[in-house]
């Protein structure tokens, strides 16, 4: 089953509330499954970013790219958020791309809703699992992450990709062909990540799941609106794996 959303939809749902839907699951799964919520949140955001990494590879490989090129794991990211981020320049020294995250919206988000302490489940594996998910052999290295050291900021060393002018326009041809048609919006991004982390939930306690599900299902409606949250539960009927 595959949805498409209206551009209302787009414009309502941002990084604001993919961010705030993972902090209120996050929360309540520390709160409901105790000693077993970290590893929880690790195999179920490992999942979700995989699965945006499958995603990828499979519309890169019916659309010939090659998928052994970081240009093309760069091209074909699912998203896109004008603003709201601050990140240095490439490090000219170094021979792979390399780069601070020094904002992003969903630190923000995190920040401004209380749930600052709940950011790090996300950031300290995500964009791994996407990169693992588009091709195991790629490497990336997080030294530093915006939710535990705001200073330092989100500190991505992209290992397998060269610091050269050849990979950005590489990855420029690539997008222009795609223009954009690689792109889902945020209400679709923020029902994966709530099936996601609520079907791994279920599977390891679902009396507990049930819980998270409705306390977090009631914070959000409160921020957001009954009608954000229905929109939501729509959307997660969808096939996640569909390109």
Request: charged share 25%; proline share 5%; with cysteine.
């Amino acid at each position: 089953m595959t949805m498409e959303h209206s551009q209302e939809n787009a414009f309502l749902f941002g990084p604001k509330q993919h961010a705030v839907m993972f902090g209120l699951l996050a929360r309540e799964i520390c709160r409901h499954f105790g000693a077993n919520a970290d590893a929880l949140l690790l195999a179920a955001v490992e999942t979700y970013g995989e699965e945006r990494g499958r995603r990828m590879a499979a519309r890169c490989t019916k659309n010939g790219d090659p998928l052994d090129d970081m240009a093309s794991y760069f091209a074909y990211c699912e998203w896109s958020w004008p603003g709201e981020s601050i990140r240095t320049e490439n490090d000219p020294e170094c021979p792979h791309v390399s780069f601070r995250m020094l904002k992003c919206p969903w630190h923000t988000a995190w920040r401004e809703s209380g749930l600052e302490d709940f950011g790090v489940y996300y950031c300290r594996c995500v964009d791994r699992a996407i990169l693992r998910g588009f091709n195991p052999a790629f490497r990336l290295s997080l030294p530093s992450c915006l939710p535990q050291n705001p200073d330092a900021g989100c500190a991505f060393h992209w290992e397998s990709a060269e610091n050269a002018p050849a990979l950005t326009e590489r990855q420029q041809r690539i997008q222009r062909r795609l223009q954009g048609a690689q792109v889902k919006d945020f209400l679709y991004h923020t029902a994966h990540l709530y099936r996601t982390l609520l079907h791994c939930a279920r599977r390891q306690d679902p009396q507990a799941a049930a819980l998270v599900e409705a306390q977090a299902g009631r914070d959000f409606a409160r921020r957001f609106g009954e009608e954000a949250l229905r929109q939501v539960q729509e959307a997660a009927k969808a096939d996640f794996s569909a390109i």
